[in-house]
């Protein structure tokens, strides 16, 4: 269902994502990403959207990047969730944040819903193609567009991404993983919204 292309495990890519993280890096993820970056502990810079809008991670991480240039503002998406929500990808480049990193953790399903295959995915579209999201970010204009499907190369490379100017974009290829629950939120949404604007707006130093 999720096609022939290699793909890593996503709880290891995310693991691989949150040591390199910065202290002052702000982490938003969505979904299942949402769910794994919760296991491996988010911390007060930290907004597993849960419950979600599904596709508005994206578009909230542009406006904190740009409220909050002096720090680097990481988005981790789902491809389901990507698809719901493209025009985000010409806003972003329109607004040209240096500081923005995009990451779509893309395993050709909703997962949280049953693991159909999204519209994007290979085995969802009568052609059998799949929806080329990397040719989607350079068309769009992100500065920097990668992808990985081994962890071992991602685990090599994320330190220098994160460290380039953006925006940026990375295409995740990683694996679904069937009969998993989605995530639950970790309390309610008002105030964890307004603890996380008293952290961000807290000199990063």
């Known amino acids: ?11 290891e890519a995310l693991r691989t994502l949150h040591a390199a993280r910065r202290a002052d890096d702000v982490i938003i993820t969505s979904m299942g990403a949402a769910r794994d970056w919760m296991v491996l502990g988010a911390g007060p810079l930290d907004l597993p959207l849960v419950p979600s809008s599904m596709g508005t991670a ?7 990047a740009l409220a909050q240039p002096q720090r680097r503002v990481i988005v981790v998406n789902g491809d389901g969730a990507m ?4 025009g985000s990808l010409v806003s ?8 923005l990193i995009l990451i779509l953790a893309d395993n050709g399903v909703y997962e949280i819903t049953g693991a159909q295959p999204t519209a994007g995915s290979a085995p969802a579209r009568a052609d059998g193609t799949s929806v080329a ?14 992808r990985f499907s081994n962890a071992a190369d991602w685990a090599r490379s994320v330190g220098s991404i994160l460290s380039a100017t953006g925006p940026t974009f990375v ?6 993983v069937p009969g998993s629950k989605g995530p639950r939120s970790p309390g309610p949404a008002g105030p964890r919204a307004i603890e996380l604007r008293r952290h961000i707006t807290q000199d990063p130093g």
């Open 83 to 86: 698809l719901m929500n493209l």
């Open 58 to 64: 994206p578009s909230i991480g542009l406006g904190i």
């Open 171 to 176: 295409l995740l290829d990683v694996g679904a």
């Open 1 to 11: 269902m999720t096609g022939s292309v290699e793909r890593m495990p996503q709880l």
């Open 133 to 146: 999201f990397m040719g989607m970010a350079r068309a769009a204009g992100f500065r920097t567009v990668h």
């Open 92 to 99: 972003i480049t329109a607004a040209g944040p240096a500081n």
